[in-house]
């Protein structure tokens, strides 16, 4: 057992670990102290966090964002009731992690008493920025700098009874300045927009659980409740020499969810049924003064108001039979149908041209009815085969009839579309510890919507893993090939991806682990686009990825009283191997394709941590970790960042 | 009502069952696993214990181990139900006989987990979790990428949600256990994704603007879902795009070509004002700013 636990442990301190703090704690559950009928166990860790950033700083905000300041990098605390019999709570937990201003914070709270109640709480802050450029160097003129705000509360009455009740409550909020564009004339110039973004979603739950005629009903009826109140105005262009712009948007998606489930000897059946009455309120109301393109300074008024609807109805019923453990044959049916409807008018008045628009509301309706069937049998204990196949069928009926200035354009029209996909799979485990999974599917569609969603698919897939007690091996190869034969134009993509890791733990005090992955990703889609007023078609779009990424670990444990930790990780893509962004000549003979086909960039981080023991519940712990961002043709968006932290850890 | 009655009638018989004669009680185990008993007042499952409600095949360590009187007389793994000794679909039944009728694990029979063989104590170890919830036998995602390091390396893209650093878990839009058919991309493909309200991508849950309902939906955001333009894991692309520069990306649908889009024509192209030549219009963002949905416009410029 005990060789056991210490892989366990060790595990838990290597895989995974990009960040470099907060330290990991694998004592945890090692200790505690006994009070008033609880064991008490918990730690906090805080310290200071350092960066330095070289290079395109928004660029580091995007992908890292540590930031200089006081921390309190990791807090746990739990209390366990040792008889099950606590007075108010026989288990509370709590875990934190980068409170003080890190860019990702979160804490977890778990309070519960046996057989009465159930409290679950998280809450997360992320600190969201986008520096607004694309990969290709470009300036694609939305910026944000915002903070996302999430929290999920769950409270579930007499949770071991037959008689449950829940009730929730969540909420999601983004806010911060932002710059997004705005055009005032079609085909006109493009100006700068000032937004202060406000978001808030908020959901209030409440539901039950019981037993009927045999059958266990789960039920929950919920109000999810969403607004946006962002302002705008113009900035930075004295061009656009009057602008105001109010847009609130406000609505509510009152939902109900039906669970049924049943429990025989060889036969299981449950049920899910939901209603969601989603429906959005808006008002769009702008005035703006600008020259046109020729010029003339125009005025513009543009008004839009009314509401959306999109109910939505989804039924899923899965049947499962088992008349012997080796043999499991499941059947699903899903059915899901979501209109999108409403009424909405929009005036459009052009003081130039006293040109008038009016458009009327879109329908989108889709309903899908899918049924597929698995068989899951263990001939041998060291063979298995699994096998499903599935059939989908959806309609779609959209209905662009709008009018502008008064003359209806467009038609209703529905189109339906037929999957038919199989899956096959055998697992082989020739002798103890050593795995061998080897999975196909096939699929085709009759009539996607998009040339992008494929009318032909395979995927193969073949993993091995061998583990035991110290040492664990996975290699793991996958192929996805999706086609679109069309008449003017082609779409095909593939995707490849090989990867091999392992872990060796040889004793209590060393371990490694490393992995390596190949990503390959080629994909060819026809385009048409114009040119000088010229309409280009027949060519393809290239897009050409080959990323190699790496990652590296070593545990070591220093005669209990310290511990060092070193990582690597690296993900490069190599492109096609050409040195400049001008194209290798395939695919559209346009240069503006031919630079985007492929796009080299590297990223490393190399790390490294020590945790020294100073007393018995006192550590002192120091890590540092780089960034490095660089691509191959474009070096404004380069970055170089070192991130680190010094802290101590008190465990109780 | 008679069956009932006459079911009630046995089951409230003094004479003690086969089965109840069989149990020995958790009092009994300890004695010989002690090292597993101290600590069992925080295992979830000594609820069974504390609660004492429960009948014996249901409680405590012969609730999950089977009758032990046969293991107490003859200690060995033959006489108990020894889970490292027991083959996956066997794990899978025995933990379902409590754990089956859940909203999140309504689909585990037919999950990609178990047809792959991989079954509960795979990730779960019941007596030596190091995880502060739900028992797991070490940290979330080291779980998940210790078979998955394609996705490990996803999240080791500049950029990506994220996961490495804790503020998200693969949970959050993952169910391990198995998810019902997605309501997106011919309900076939994502498998194992757990679905927000109204059976709509999980994206939705952390970015609710682009829900909607929106007079002008993008279409293809509604029918194929947010992967259409997304990878969701990670990418070496700015905004989780599957292209370098967004033009490709709309050019390679809006084509015109075949029987595609909404009115079965092809997808629109470009109108001729759209000069590609000009970098002005190879960045199709920036007029067309509410690409995901709009209340005022068709094509989506405000």
Redesign the interface.
């Known amino acids: 057992?005990r060789p056991?636990?210490i892989a366990?442990?060790c595990?838990?301190t290597l895989?995974?670990q990009?960040?470099v703090a907060p330290t990991p704690d694998?004592n945890?559950?090692a200790r505690g102290q006994d009070w008033s009928g609880y064991?008490i166990v918990g730690s906090l860790e805080t310290g200071y966090r350092f960066a330095t950033v070289g290079g395109n700083y928004a660029q580091y905000q995007?992908?890292v964002n540590f930031q200089d300041g006081i921390r309190l990098l990791s807090g746990?605390l739990?209390m366990?009731?040792?008889?099950?019999?606590g007075k108010y709570f026989?288990e509370l937990?709590i875990?934190t992690?980068?409170l003080g201003n890190d860019?990702?914070e979160?804490a977890?709270l778990?309070i519960a008493k046996?057989?009465l109640y159930r409290y679950d709480m998280t809450w997360?802050r992320?600190d969201y920025v986008?520096p607004g450029?694309?990969?290709?160097g470009?300036?694609?003129?939305?910026f944000l700098d915002t903070q996302?705000d999430?929290q999920d509360h769950d409270l579930t009455l007499f949770p071991?009874s037959n008689l449950k009740f829940f009730l929730g409550y969540s909420s999601?909020a983004?806010s911060g300045p932002a710059l997004?564009?705005?055009?005032i004339e079609?085909?006109g110039a493009?100006y700068p927009l000032f937004e202060n973004v406000s978001?808030q979603?908020h959901?209030y739950r409440v539901g039950n659980e019981f037993r009927l005629l045999g059958f266990?009903v789960?039920w929950m009826h919920?109000w999810?409740d969403?607004k946006?109140d962002t302002p705008y105005s113009q900035t930075g262009s004295s061009a656009l020499t009057e602008f105001q712009r109010n847009e609130p948007?406000h609505?509510t998606?009152p939902?109900w969810r039906v669970?049924l489930?049943r429990?025989l000897k060889n036969f299981?059946v449950?049920g899910?049924f939901?209603y969601?009455g989603?429906?959005?309120d808006?008002i769009?109301d702008?005035t703006s003064i600008s020259p046109n393109r020729i010029g003339a300074q125009q005025n513009q008024q543009?008004l839009?108001f009314?509401d959306?609807?999109?109910p939505?109805a989804?039924g899923?019923l899965?049947v499962?039979w088992?008349p012997v453990?080796?043999l499991?044959v499941?059947n699903?049916t899903?059915v899901?149908s979501?209109r999108?409807e409403?009424d909405?008018s929009?005036l459009q008045y052009d003081n130039a041209t006293q040109a008038v628009n009016y458009?009327s509301?879109?329908y989108?309706g889709?309903r899908?009815v899918?049924n597929?069937t698995?068989l899951?049998y263990?001939a041998l204990?060291w063979l298995?085969f699994?096998g499903?196949f599935?059939y989908?069928n959806?309609l779609?009926r959209?209905d662009?009839v709008?009018t502008v200035g008064g003359s209806p354009a467009?038609?209703p029209?529905d189109?339906t579309?037929q999957?038919r996909?199989g899956t096959v799979?055998i697992?082989l485990?020739p002798y103890k510890g050593l795995?061998v999974?080897l999975?196909g599917e096939i699929?085709t569609?009759d009539?996607?919507?998009?040339?992008?969603?494929g009318k032909t698919y395979h995927a193969l897939n073949g993993?091995v893993?061998y583990r035991n007690k110290k040492f664990?091996l996975?290699a793991?190869a996958?192929s996805n090939y999706r086609f679109?034969p069309?008449?003017?134009?082609a779409?095909s993509s593939e995707s490849r991806?090989y990867?091999?890791?392992g872990s060796y733990t040889p004793n209590e005090w060393l371990t490694f682990d490393a992995?390596?992955?190949r990503?390959h990703i080629y994909?060819l889609?026809?385009?048409?686009?114009?040119?000088?007023?010229q309409?280009v078609?027949g060519e393809s779009?290239l897009?050409l990825?080959n990323?190699n990424?790496i990652?590296f670990g070593a545990r070591f444990a220093l005669k209990r009283r310290g511990e060092l930790y070193l990582g690597y990780?690296s993900?490069q893509?190599v492109g096609d191997g050409r040195s400049t962004p001008d194209g290798a000549g395939i695919a559209s003979p346009?240069p503006?394709?031919q630079a985007?086909q492929t796009?080299p960039?590297t990223?490393q981080?190399p790390m490294a941590r020590l945790s020294i023991r100073l007393q018995e519940r006192l550590r002192w712990n120091f890590g540092y970790q780089y960034y490095g961002?660089r691509e191959k043709f474009y070096s404004a968006q380069d970055y170089r960042a070192s991130t680190g932290y010094s802290s101590l850890t008190w465990s109780f | 009502m008679t069956c009932r009655l006459i079911l009630a009638a046995i089951c409230l018989c003094p004479v003690p069952s086969w089965a109840a004669i069989e149990y020995v009680g958790s009092n009994v185990c300890k004695t010989c696993h002690p090292?597993i008993w101290v600590?069992f007042?925080?295992n979830p499952h000594?609820?069974s214990?504390?609660?004492g409600q429960e009948p014996p095949e249901r409680t405590g360590c012969e609730g999950c181990h089977g009758p032990g009187q046969a293991h107490v007389k003859a200690p060995s793994k033959a006489t108990i139900v020894a889970f490292s000794q027991l083959?996956?679909?066997?794990i899978l039944?025995n933990c379902l006989t409590c754990h089956?009728?859940s909203?999140t694990r309504?689909?585990i029979?037919?999950s990609s987990h178990?047809?792959?063989?991989l079954v509960c104590t795979g990730c779960h170890?019941i007596h030596?979790?190091?995880a502060?919830?739900f028992l797991l036998?070490?940290?979330q995602?080291?779980l998940c990428?210790?078979?998955h390091?394609?996705v490990?390396?996803?999240?080791?893209?500049?950029?990506k949600h994220?996961v490495?650093?804790?503020?998200m878990q693969c949970t959050d839009c993952h169910n391990p256990h198995g998810a019902?058919?997605p309501?997106w991309?011919?309900?076939?493909r994502p498998r194992m994704v757990e679905q927000a309200?109204?059976?709509?991508e999980p994206c939705l849950?952390?970015h609710?603007?682009k829900?909607?309902?929106?007079?002008?939906?993008h279409?293809?955001v509604?029918?194929?879902g947010c992967e259409?333009c997304h990878q969701p894991h990670g990418s070496?692309?700015?905004?989780l795009?599957?292209?370098?520069?967004?033009f490709?990306l709309c050019?390679?649908?809006?084509?015109?070509?075949?029987?595609?889009?909404?009115?079965?024509s092809g997808?629109p192209?470009?109108?001729?004002?759209?000069?590609?030549?000009d970098?002005?219009f190879?960045?199709c963002?920036?007029?067309h700013?509410r690409i995901h949905g709009s209340?005022?416009d068709?094509t989506f410029?405000?």
């Open positions: 057992m056991i636990a366990l442990l595990s838990a895989l995974a990009q960040t694998v945890v559950s064991n995007s992908m746990y739990s366990t009731s040792k008889d099950g019999h026989d937990l875990t992690a980068g860019p990702y979160n977890m778990r046996n057989g997360r992320n986008n450029l694309v990969t290709g470009a300036n694609d003129g939305h996302y999430m071991q999601t983004q997004s564009s705005i055009q079609s085909g493009i978001r979603q959901e266990r789960n919920g999810q969403f946006e948007y609505g998606s939902y669970m489930f429990d299981s449950n899910r939901t969601t989603g429906n959005r808006f769009f702008e543009v839009s009314g959306a609807k999109r939505v989804t899923n899965t499962s088992f453990s080796k499991t499941t699903s899903a899901y979501v999108t409403g909405s929009f458009l509301y879109q989108l889709i899908t899918s597929e698995d899951n263990q204990s298995g699994s499903g599935q989908s959806r779609i959209s662009q709008f467009g038609s029209y189109q579309d999957q996909s799979g697992r485990r795995t999974l999975n699929g569609d009539h996607p919507l998009t040339p992008a969603a993993k893993q664990s996975t793991n996958q679109t069309v008449s003017l134009s779409y991806t990867s091999v890791s992995g390596y992955s990503l994909s889609g026809g385009i048409a686009y114009f040119e000088n007023l309409l078609q779009s897009y990825s990323i990424a990652n990780n993900v893509d346009n503006v394709f985007i796009f960039v990223f981080s961002y | 090292d600590r007042y925080k000594f609820k214990i504390a609660m083959p996956a679909e066997k039944d089956s009728q909203i309504a689909n029979r037919r178990t047809l792959n063989g170890s030596k979790s190091t502060p919830k036998a070490s940290r995602t080291d990428y210790g078979c390091q394609d490990r390396s996803q999240f080791s893209m500049p950029f994220r490495n650093e804790g503020f019902f058919m309501t991309r011919m309900a076939a309200l109204a059976n709509e849950k952390c609710p603007e829900r909607g309902p929106f007079v002008f939906e279409a293809p509604r029918v194929d259409t070496t692309n700015s905004r795009l599957r292209r370098p520069v967004v490709t050019l390679e649908c809006h084509n015109g070509a075949g029987n595609f889009g909404l009115q079965g997808e192209t470009q109108t001729a004002s759209h000069n590609m030549a970098p002005r190879q960045n963002t920036a007029c700013v209340n005022t068709a410029l405000r």
